[in-house]
Nanobody, 130 residues
Framework: QVQLVESGGGLVQTGGSLRLSCTISGLNLDGVAIAWFRQAPGKEREGLAYFCTGDCDPYVAQSVKGRFSISRDVAKDTVFLQMNSLKPEDTAVYYC???????????????????????WGKGTQVTVSS
């Protein structure tokens, strides 16, 4: 059974940092891409970044570039989202998702329907206070 479990969310002040983790089990990560999304109340789910285990470069969306970065711990099958200089508008539930690289790339970069992706975690809440 495939499971994606997010952790690391919480309450932080403006300007603070958080590192979110997405731990994956039951899925062969070779040839898979892992993406991070967020969804604020009343807004659509937004693709933030992805990390491929194959032949593609990590990607961070322009909306958070320079503040967020994505990385992977191979040994622990975990993908991280490092978030720095957090702002109140970053408040949202953050999700990780997995699928074949071309599907992930298309969804995140072209902002296609995120429900296209096969595997999702349940999310972790990030709240940034002003």
């Amino acid at each position: 059974q495939v499971q994606l479990v997010e952790s690391g969310g919480g309450l932080v002040q403006t300007g603070g940092s958080l590192r979110l983790s997405c731990t994956i089990s039951g899925l062969n990560l070779d040839g898979v891409a892992i993406a991070w999304f967020r969804q604020a109340p009343g807004k659509e789910r937004e693709g933030l970044a992805y990390f491929c285990t194959g032949d593609c470069d990590p990607y961070v969306a322009q909306s958070v570039k320079g503040r967020f970065s994505i990385s992977r711990d191979v040994a622990k099958d975990t993908v991280f989202l490092q978030m720095n200089s957090l702002k109140p508008e970053d408040t949202a539930v953050y999700y990780c998702a997995a699928d074949a690289p071309m599907v992930v790339i298309t969804v995140v970069m072209l902002q296609w329907d995120p429900s296209t992706l096969d595997y999702w975690g349940k999310g972790t809440q990030v709240t940034v206070s002003s």
